[in-house]
């Protein structure tokens, strides 16, 4: 990944001079111990919802560090760097505790070879620990607020209408129709076609279009449907739906997730890998339908 991650991400500075490689590689492994005890706190419905409404301010950062994010400053909203909080006109607080998380960076090396003297060149990837802070932790200039409210009945921004466009763009055939008894929308792989209820409200018609989403972006491959129970197929859904209307400004908790103790059987490394492909698949749907336009007053896009 970039190690510009998030929005305000300055990473101009990446370490503090001085420190020895025994010292970066101790912080590396307190960040590691740090994500781990996070993604145990995931198998629990309390956990993965706390994760899911924290991800939704934070869906452009990698998996493990909104995890270490979480884990650090659990009320985070907006993160950035030293520099970069003072070129918004901001100052971090004297005394704050900076939130360590992972960057990447790569460095070109040029190596010869012993024998035959030949020169080649390779990339080395590095992971250096950078130190951001909450916007709750400085002071100063006022920050821009999103001019959006939450929907309630209607569909403002035109979510809907981005869905269905970026998913036709995809080769999925898209259509309304009625849908008999409790079913918002179906989902069907063989044919790619989605249908959405034509009796539902404006936003229940949005929210129920980015479930759909994604079932398509995560549910595709037979095989994995098959490796997976019926249960956990609709909470992945429904927990890309939940983060990317979030992430729009449009709040879902009345429809989304529920009940989910005990999904996964508590197994950490299932959860992580869930989690990861929950993450990747809600960015994959924001940059879509950002790509074919929402209206202009939606938030975090």
Not at 88 to 100: A, N
Not at 141 to 151: C, F, K, S, V
Not at 206 to 233: F, M, N, Y
Request: proline fraction near 3%.
């Amino acid at each position: 990944r970039s190690p510009k991650e998030g929005p305000l991400m300055s990473t101009k500075k990446t370490q503090r001079k001085g420190k020895s490689p025994e010292q970066r590689r101790a912080e590396v492994q307190e960040l590691h111990a740090q994500l781990t005890a996070q993604v145990q706190e995931l198998t629990t419905s309390e956990g993965w919802m706390r994760w899911l409404r924290f991800v939704q301010s934070f869906h452009t950062y990698s998996f493990r560090n909104a995890l270490l994010i979480l884990a650090q400053c659990p009320h985070a909203s907006q993160i950035a760097g030293y520099r970069k909080w003072q070129e918004h006109g901001r100052q971090v607080r004297k005394g704050q505790k900076g939130i360590k998380i992972l960057g990447y960076s790569r460095k070109k090396v040029t190596e010869t070879d012993s024998e035959t003297g030949e020169e080649s060149e390779r990339y080395i990837s590095r992971f250096p620990v950078l130190t951001v802070f909450d916007v709750s932790q400085t002071e100063g200039e006022d920050l821009p607020t999103p001019g959006a409210e939450r929907l309630v009945g209607d569909d403002e921004q035109g979510i809907k209408a981005a869905v269905f466009e970026w998913l036709r763009s995809q080769g999925w055939t898209v259509e309304e129709e009625s849908i008999p008894g409790e079913v918002n929308g179906t989902t069907f792989m063989d044919t790619r076609r989605v249908v959405v209820d034509s009796g539902l409200s404006a936003a229940q018609a949005a929210k129920t279009a980015l479930h759909e989403a994604g079932h398509v972006l995560l549910h595709s491959d037979p095989e994995i449907r098959g490796e997976r129970s019926r249960d956990v197929l609709e909470v992945e859904a429904e927990s890309v739906a939940f983060i990317v209307a979030g992430a729009l400004g449009v709040d879902t908790s009345a429809y989304s997730v529920g009940y989910v103790a005990g999904w996964g059987e508590g197994d950490p490394q299932v959860l992580q890998d869930t989690a990861e492909r929950v993450l990747r698949a809600a960015q994959t749907a924001l940059k879509g339908i950002e790509a074919v336009g929402v209206r202009s007053e939606v938030v975090g896009v």
